[in-house]
C-alpha cells in the first residue's frame, strides 16, 4: 500500500490567488449571462453584443414560438349567438341648402409615394420548422402585403413589436391556422418592428413567397 505524500505549505494556492480566482470566474460567469445566455434565451441584450451575434434574434423566436405553442394548445372559443337585426329607423328627409362656391386651394403635390417601397422574398419552412419576416415601420405608416404557400398550409401570426419595448409584449394585427395565403394591410400602431411568423405544421416542406409594400424603413429575416 502506497501512502501519497501530503502537499506542503508552500505547495497550497495562496489566500490571495484563491480570490483572484473566484473573482475571475464570476465575472466570467456574468459575462456570459449577459452576452450569451440572457440575449438567446429571454431576448434581453443590455450590451448590444447578442444581438450582432445573432443571438437576440434567437430569444426572440423562441419567445414567438412558446406563444404561439400556447395559442395551439387553447380550446377554440364558443361561438356567440347572432344578435338579431333591428331595423333602422327611415332617414328624416333633408332640405337642400345652397352654399357658396368655395374657390379651389392649390394642394401641395405629395412626396409620400416616394418613401414606398417594395420587397419580395421567399423562405422555405421543413415540418415543424418556424420563421419570421419582419419591417421596420414607424407609428402610423401603413404596409400592403400579400403572401403565399407553397407544399401545404401553415400558421400564421402577423404582429408588431416597439422598440425597447417591455419583455414579451407584441400586438396581433391577425393571425390563422391551416392557411395557404392571406393579403391586407395593417398600419403601425407604434415605432418597432412589424412582421409575419409562420410554422409549418404538415409533413412536406413548405415555400411562402412574401411581397410588401409600404412606408417603411426596412426589411429583415
Known amino acids: 500500500m502506497f501512502n501519497t505524500p501530503l502537499p506542503t505549505v508552500n505547495e497550497l494556492p495562496s489566500t490571495r490567488k484563491l480570490v483572484r480566482s473566484t473573482v475571475i470566474a464570476l465575472l466570467t460567469?456574468?459575462?456570459?449571462?449577459?452576452?450569451?445566455?440572457?440575449?438567446?434565451?429571454?431576448?434581453?441584450?443590455?450590451?448590444?453584443v447578442g444581438?450582432?451575434?445573432?443571438?437576440?434574434?434567437?430569444?426572440e423566436l423562441k419567445i414567438i414560438l412558446a406563444q404561439e405553442a400556447l395559442a395551439d394548445a387553447a380550446p377554440p372559443q364558443p361561438a356567440t349567438p347572432a344578435t338579431p337585426a333591428t331595423p333602422a329607423p327611415a332617414p328624416a328627409p333633408q332640405v337642400a341648402q345652397v352654399q357658396p362656391i368655395a374657390k379651389p386651394v392649390a394642394q401641395p403635390a405629395s412626396t409620400s409615394t416616394s418613401a414606398l417601397k417594395t420587397n419580395q422574398m421567399s423562405v422555405t419552412l421543413?415540418?415543424?420548422?418556424?420563421?419570421?419576416?419582419k419591417l421596420e415601420v414607424l407609428k402610423g405608416k401603413s404596409v400592403s402585403y400579400e403572401w403565399?404557400?407553397?407544399?401545404?398550409?401553415?400558421?400564421?401570426?402577423?404582429?408588431?413589436?416597439?422598440?425597447?419595448?417591455?419583455k414579451g409584449y407584441f400586438h396581433s394585427y391577425n393571425k390563422g391556422k391551416q392557411v395557404k395565403s392571406d393579403k391586407g394591410e395593417f398600419t403601425a400602431i407604434f415605432d418597432g418592428t412589424h412582421g409575419w411568423f409562420w410554422r409549418n405544421r404538415s409533413n412536406n416542406d413548405v415555400t411562402i413567397a412574401l411581397k410588401t409594400t409600404g412606408d417603411?424603413?426596412?426589411?429583415?429575416?
Open 216 to 221: 417603411y424603413l426596412s426589411i429583415k429575416q
Open 148 to 166: 403565399t404557400a407553397v407544399g401545404g398550409p401553415v400558421n400564421f401570426d402577423t404582429h408588431g413589436e416597439p422598440y425597447n419595448g417591455e
Open 126 to 133: 421543413k415540418p415543424g420548422e418556424g420563421t419570421e419576416i
Open 51 to 59: 444581438r450582432a451575434l445573432g443571438l437576440t434574434q434567437m430569444g
Open 29 to 48: 460567469a456574468v459575462g456570459l449571462l449577459v452576452t450569451v445566455v440572457m440575449p438567446s434565451e429571454y431576448a434581453i441584450d443590455p450590451t448590444g
